[in-house]
């Protein structure tokens, strides 16, 4: 009773500022797994005139919590519903769902929330009239260099687009490579927005991350590349290479790039690949997803994970891969320690082609598209830093395996009264 009677009341807090109620529906999230689980993803695809909707609320056991409507696609209209929940094990949890809808009030102000972000993405152009590395003021939501490009590496600050949790940070470099590089934490808490991953002295005194991986020409963590039968290609050459940001938070960070007219080496026929890259509150993990504008199921790609120097490997042989290993993250020794990582890629077995031995560069699965033409697998990564992490390879190898099997047993939605 008190849940509706908060769901009604914040409609007729909406109403009145200009706001019209569209839908309201209630999903039914099961967790079918014997164990607890913390910030699970609640995903909704919105249909006909739910698309319109500008602004949504969810409650749970009377609580409101946080939501977000993205569009995925740049058309104007709301693609999904996402919030997260915690669960207990066989729990099942009811979500009240309001979708609304603004009118043609342009005093329309959305009501007043206390939300806390709890991801975040940038992409931001160097200044050249700012000389702090961590105080550049030009923030993009999308950018294309097309092939007259010299060094697109070097176009934007931090080298690309970067994203992050509490738990963890990441850039995807804007060049050939699209190497995904690493920013550890010391702390649960979002940083990037004020180190821009060049944590500065006084900063990392005070307890901030910073990057944590050397990458060279490996795949980092991740990177999707070409295969021309015997190692990972570049991608390149393409006539247009893309960054955008889809959607910040509060619970989700999306990021794509996108690649037009690649001619792989070794093939004729150029395609445009689309990467999108989602990271979710409370999460160490990203799934990624591979689309197509053509059929390449005759063709294969390669991914996987830098072979940090030194490191412990770990694999089910079944697409789960890891490794634990320590390295310096950058050439200059003496203003950076050794920083120890833990690595892991989770590949669906029916996108896996083979798998590699290391080379001394990389972890590699050869790999190819499945249905819809699709390929998607995830990543994740910690930092020995972390207070709040895993610090030794047992530890990590063992995240690593309940990972998996978390991923393997999704929670169940039903959703129920539902007016399209």
């Known amino acids: 009773m008190y849940q509706r009677i908060m769901v009604a009341a914040l409609a007729q807090l909406a109403l009145a500022t200009g706001m019209q109620a569209q839908q309201q529906f209630t ?58 929940c915690n669960m207990n094990k066989r729990q099942t949890l009811q979500a009240n769902v309001t979708l609304f809808n603004s009118d043609a009030n342009a005093n329309f102000q959305q009501p007043e929330r206390e939300t806390t972000a709890r991801t975040y993405a940038e992409i931001v152009l160097r200044n050249p009239a700012v000389k702090e590395k961590n105080r550049h003021d030009i923030y993009l939501d999308a950018i294309t260099v097309n092939r007259r490009t010299a060094n697109p590496y070097n176009v934007l ?34 940083e990037l927005e004020q180190t821009q991953f060049y944590t500065s002295h006084e900063q990392k005194q005070q307890g901030f991350g910073d990057d944590v991986l050397w990458v ?145 560069e990389n972890y590699t699965f050869v790999v190819k598209t499945g249905t819809n033409n699709m390929l998607h697998y995830r990543i994740a990564f910690a930092s020995d830093n972390e207070s709040f992490g895993m610090h030794t390879e047992k530890e990590w190898f063992s995240w690593v395996k309940a990972w998996r099997k978390e991923v393997e047993q999704p929670v169940k939605i039903t959703v129920r009264g539902r007016n399209r």
Not at 307 to 325: F, I, N, P, Y
Request: proline share 4%.
């Open 27 to 84: 999903i039914d999230i099961y967790n079918p797994a014997p164990f607890e689980r913390t910030d699970i993803p609640v995903c909704i695809a919105l249909e006909g005139t739910e698309r319109s909707a500008t602004w949504a609320s969810v409650f749970i056991d009377g609580k409101e919590t946080a939501a977000q409507l993205d569009d995925l696609d740049a058309d104007g209209m709301a693609d999904e519903l996402c919030f997260v």
């Open 157 to 190: 600050h931090h080298h690309g687009v970067a994203f992050e949790s509490e738990l963890i940070a990441m850039r995807i470099y804007l060049d050939k490579r699209q190497t995904i590089d690493l920013y550890g934490k010391f702390q649960k808490q979002l």
């Open 216 to 360: 060279g020409n490996s795949f980092g963590l991740g990177a999707l590349r070409g295969w021309n039968g015997r190692r990972p290609t570049m991608i390149d050459p393409v006539e247009r290479r893309t960054q955008r940001i889809v959607a910040k938070g509060p619970v989700r960070t999306i990021v794509e790039v996108k690649d037009e007219q690649w001619v792989a080496e070794g093939e004729q026929q150029p395609i445009d690949m689309t990467l999108r890259y989602t990271l979710y509150a409370g999460h160490r993990d990203v799934e990624v997803e591979a689309m197509f504008n053509k059929d390449i199921s005759n063709r294969r790609l390669a991914t996987g994970m830098v072979d940090v120097k030194g490191s412990q490997e770990m694999t089910d042989h079944h697409g789960l891969r890891a490794c634990w290993g320590t390295d310096w993250p950058a050439s200059d020794t003496l203003n950076w320690k050794r920083e120890t990582v833990g690595l892991a890629i989770l590949i669906p077995e029916e996108h896996i082609e083979s798998e590699l031995p290391r080379d001394g």
